[in-house]
């Protein structure tokens, strides 16, 4: 797990038109929302905000203190400028430490087959995100898969996935994440699709031709 950010906030009281002007102040609105919790409006300084979001990522607590007041909160929802890409609003959600998170984070496939490398076989990537479940001190930002050793007709499945103690994969264990395919499996299954779809195209013309020859009788 990354760092622990704090960011600093306050209550905001700007809403609607008021808004825009709390942006060229260089705040950005935003809320804290949670179960059980009432949503509270608040604003905090744009760059403290986007310095925080890239050193923490999406799924790391971040400590925000609200006038004084110290939320344990997750990044969610954030809304950037078309054109400049600076950030509009932010969502935090409010965790409690002690109650489990269902959280999406993504598959990352570190190295390269050797039989991917020569061109004998083909990596596909069948699921990029998985969601697991776990309490907030035992978020994970990614799951990594080395896949450097794998050979052609070999397939990585949930079930196979290593994760820290206390993280739990939600997702179906004998869903495949990867698998390295034959590369000539791969171009004959392209040629028996373009095949077939010839094949199609003159049992069409065929038809038609007995179609418009019946018409003329």
């Known amino acids: 797990m990354s760092e622990q950010v704090t960011l600093e906030a306050t209550v905001r009281t700007a809403v609607r038109h008021g808004v825009k002007a709390l942006r060229r102040t260089g705040q950005v609105p935003g809320i804290v929302y949670g179960h059980n919790i009432a949503p509270t409006p608040i604003q905090l300084n744009d760059r403290d905000l986007a310095l925080g979001l890239r050193k923490s990522g999406r799924n790391n607590i971040i400590k925000l203190v609200v006038d004084g007041t110290t939320k344990m909160v997750l990044p969610r929802e954030v809304q950037r400028d078309f054109i400049k890409h600076n950030i509009k609003h932010i969502d935090f959600y409010e965790v409690s430490m002690t109650e489990k998170l269902s ?87 392209a040629a028996a699709a373009a095949a077939a779809a010839e094949v199609a195209v003159i049992e069409k013309g065929k038809k038609d031709e007995k179609e418009t020859a019946a018409k003329k009788k």
Not at 136 to 142: E, G, M, S, V, Y
Not at 158 to 183: C, F, K, T, W
């Open 103 to 189: 959280v999406l984070v993504p598959v990352i496939l570190l190295g390269e087959s050797a039989d991917v490398k020569t061109g004998a076989g083909v990596m596909l990537q069948e699921i990029n995100a998985l969601r697991i479940r776990c309490l907030p001190q035992d978020l994970i930002a990614k799951i990594e898969v080395n896949i450097a050793a794998m050979k052609v007709d070999q397939a990585v499945h949930v079930r196979d996935l290593l994760v820290p103690a206390g993280v739990e994969i939600m997702n179906n264990p004998d869903e495949e994440v990867m698998r390295i395919s034959r590369y000539v499996e791969t171009k004959a299954d």
